[in-house]
Structures are given as structure tokens and as C-alpha cells.
């Protein structure tokens, strides 16, 4: 039998430890030597939206940045899981204006906005949401962008076997340095393909893109072009008060990081050339990003004001439906190395 991960975040209900998230961990350089490490990193995981970064240098091997001159924000948004704030909507119709396209073009599908702001702004205007308010609008504007670079159809860019995905695969793998095989597919929650890998796999990918070692000339130069322009324009990528914007923020283009869904989180410590991949077993988000923070209090070497931003996502609070503080969900101390 396969030993279980270890705990590495609980949730405290008043005194009491009501709940207990088993993880895996793996801090890793471009050379693919595991720096620290916790829990079964062999494993594969659907990586969902923490790896968009990587999903983005399908418009480096396509040439779409250069052919459409897309800019900093647009490849930001590329990279996001956004809130639906008006700067994210607005930020989304003018990338497909660019590409001569519209909202109509998506096919990420509609959903509220993340933000309640926003929620309340379409609810005065008795507005449905549309796909513009997808958090993977960008991200699926940066796929557009790919077709019509290539000169492949764009409808249809979400399925398996369209050339916007085969090139998205295939980036993927030059950056983990694994092959993505059809027994561990599924279909993320925008439509498009996810594939599973070894969560060291993604990390080492993470720091590859971070260096550009291992990397042929032109995706090491689009990851640095990608990173940057994340980590320039973080608000763009999350939204107010988000773990990966507020991060980003703070360590002023230092660390590149990411969520996906299911508890996964990913980034890079761009200065020390490590990548770093999370995955909480039972996938739960805030768990993931107690986690996450308290890796990098860790690994990152934050000052006072960075280590003050990552403490108040290691431990956080649980309001009950009143507002009133009940608990807490916080990583658990000495496991990060």
C-alpha cells in the first residue's frame, strides 16, 4: 500500500482540529534536483490552471505576440485566473479586438464573475454574465490568438486534436520534460484539455522557465517575457485581495505564482532558479494556499512586509455565515524544509 501523504494544513474549529489536509510538495531546480520535498511527488496531477504561464508559450512557438503585437497586459491576462472586475472584462475585449475577434469567439462558457463587486454591478445593469466574465477569458484569448497565427480554424480551438492544443501540449512538455499521454487526459473546468504529470515534473518546469536552462532560445525568452509581464501586471492575473496578486505585489517580480483548481499552487523563486509545485489531496483552495504561503515564508526569503503578506494566508480565518471568527485553516509548522 502507497504510504500517505503527510499533513501539512489543518482546520481549528474553536479549540478543536476538525479537519486535516494531507499534501505533496517539491521545491526543484532546472536541473531537476529536488531542493525539499514532502510527501509522494512522483505522483501525477492535474496541474488545471496553475501551469496557464505554460499553456501561454503555445503564442511564442506560434508567433502570435509578435504577428497581433500583444502586450504586456494582454499576456497577464493570458496567464489569469481573473475575478471578473471591470479592468479584467474590459482588459479581455480589447486583447480580442486585437485579434479582430469578440466575446462571441470564447468558448470558455459564462459564469458569475468571482468578484462580488462585479456580481453586484451586472445585477444593477440586469446584465447575464457572458464569457468575457469566465476567469479563463484570457487565457482562451491567448488560444484564439494561437489559430489565427497558425491559420487553423477557430472554432473548435478547445477540442483534444485542434492545432491550438496540440501546440499547447507540446510546449508543455518541452518545458516539464515529460511526455503528456492520452491515459492521464481529462477536460478542464473552461473546456480545454488537462494533463496530468508528476508534480516534480511541473516544478522543475517552473524553474526552467524561470532560468531558461534546458529551454531552446525562443521559449526561454518567451518565459521570461511571460513572467514578467505576470508579475508586472499581478492585479490583472488575479484580483484584489488574491493570493496570487497580493504575492506578486509584494515581492515585486521576485516570485511568479499561480493557483489552479483542486488545490494545486505553482510558481517560481525567479532569483534562486527554483520551482516549486503544491497539491492538496482533498483540494481544498484555502488549504492549498495556507500551504503555499507557508513554503514560501520558507523558501523565499520575504522581508518584514513580504512575511507579513504570507502570514495572513498561512492562517486563515473561518467566518461563520454572521461574520464571526470560528476557526482557522492554517499550515502546519516544520515541514517546509
Request: aromatic share 6%.
Amino acid at each position: 500500500m502507497t504510504e500517505a501523504n503527510p499533513i501539512l494544513a489543518q482546520m481549528v474549529r474553536g479549540n478543536w482540529v476538525e479537519n486535516r489536509y494531507r499534501g505533496a510538495f517539491a521545491v526543484v531546480d532546472a536541473d531537476g534536483k529536488v531542493i525539499f520535498s514532502a510527501g509522494d511527488i512522483a505522483r501525477p496531477i492535474f496541474p488545471r490552471s496553475a501551469v496557464k504561464s505554460m499553456q501561454a508559450l503555445a503564442m511564442v512557438t506560434a508567433g502570435s505576440i509578435d504577428r497581433f503585437a500583444l502586450s504586456d497586459e494582454d499576456l497577464a491576462l493570458a496567464c489569469a485566473s481573473h475575478r471578473g472586475e471591470d479592468v479584467h472584462v474590459e482588459g479581455v475585449v480589447h486583447f480580442l479586438e486585437e485579434l479582430g475577434l469578440s466575446k462571441d469567439d470564447l468558448e470558455c462558457g459564462a459564469h458569475a464573475p468571482g468578484d462580488p463587486e462585479a456580481r453586484k454591478g451586472l445585477r444593477l445593469r440586469h446584465e447575464a454574465p457572458s464569457a468575457l466574465h469566465n476567469n479563463c477569458s484570457g487565457k482562451h484569448s491567448g488560444m484564439l490568438s494561437v489559430a489565427l497565427a497558425m491559420g487553423a480554424p477557430t472554432r473548435g480551438y478547445i477540442d483534444r486534436d485542434h492545432p491550438v492544443q496540440v501546440r499547447v501540449r507540446s510546449a508543455i512538455e518541452a518545458v516539464i520534460g515529460e511526455p503528456l499521454t492520452e491515459g492521464r487526459c481529462g477536460t478542464d473546468g473552461c473546456s480545454i484539455p488537462t494533463w496530468a504529470a508528476p508534480l516534480e515534473a511541473y516544478a522543475r518546469g517552473f524553474a526552467r522557465m524561470a532560468t531558461g536552462k534546458g529551454l531552446s532560445p525562443d521559449l526561454a525568452a518567451g518565459a521570461q517575457r511571460i513572467f514578467d509581464a505576470a508579475t508586472r501586471h499581478p492585479h490583472l492575473v488575479a484580483g484584489k485581495d488574491q493570493l496570487d496578486t497580493v504575492v506578486m505585489e509584494a515581492f515585486g517580480g521576485r516570485v511568479m505564482q499561480k493557483g489552479g483548481a483542486e488545490g494545486v499552487q505553482c510558481g517560481a523563486i525567479r532569483d534562486k532558479g527554483w520551482g516549486y509545485a503544491i497539491k492538496c489531496d482533498d483540494g481544498n483552495m484555502d488549504a492549498s494556499r495556507a500551504m503555499v504561503a507557508a513554503l514560501l515564508l520558507a523558501i523565499a526569503d520575504p522581508d518584514a512586509a513580504q512575511a507579513e503578506v504570507l502570514h495572513r494566508f498561512r492562517a486563515h480565518p473561518v467566518l461563520n455565515v454572521r461574520g464571526l471568527h470560528v476557526g482557522v485553516i492554517e499550515a502546519l509548522e516544520g515541514v517546509w524544509g
